[in-house]
């Protein structure tokens, strides 16, 4: 096998294994919900994260 039928294989196997970006429906949703979770927040009724517990998350 050549050099470049490997790389073209391997290019097609690290494709196979991105995630597909998100729909506009999903990302409106997750600032649908971060908005929800602020509003928690500030009444007090939800715990904040810190900031590396948010990092961590990533």
């Given at each position: 096998?050549?050099?470049?039928?490997?790389m073209?294989s391997?290019?097609?196997?690290?494709?196979?294994?991105?995630?597909?970006?998100?729909?506009?429906?999903?990302?409106l949703?997750?600032?649908?919900?971060?908005?929800?979770?602020?509003?928690?927040?500030?009444?007090?009724?939800?715990?904040?994260?810190?900031?590396?517990?948010?990092?961590?998350?990533?």
């Amino acid at each position: 096998m050549k050099d470049s039928e490997i790389m073209k294989s391997e290019n097609q196997n690290l494709q196979a294994w991105e995630e597909p970006e998100p729909t506009k429906e999903e990302i409106l949703a997750g600032i649908k919900e971060a908005i929800e979770e602020v509003k928690l927040i500030k009444a007090g009724k939800l715990k904040a994260k810190s900031l590396s517990d948010l990092l961590n998350e990533l």
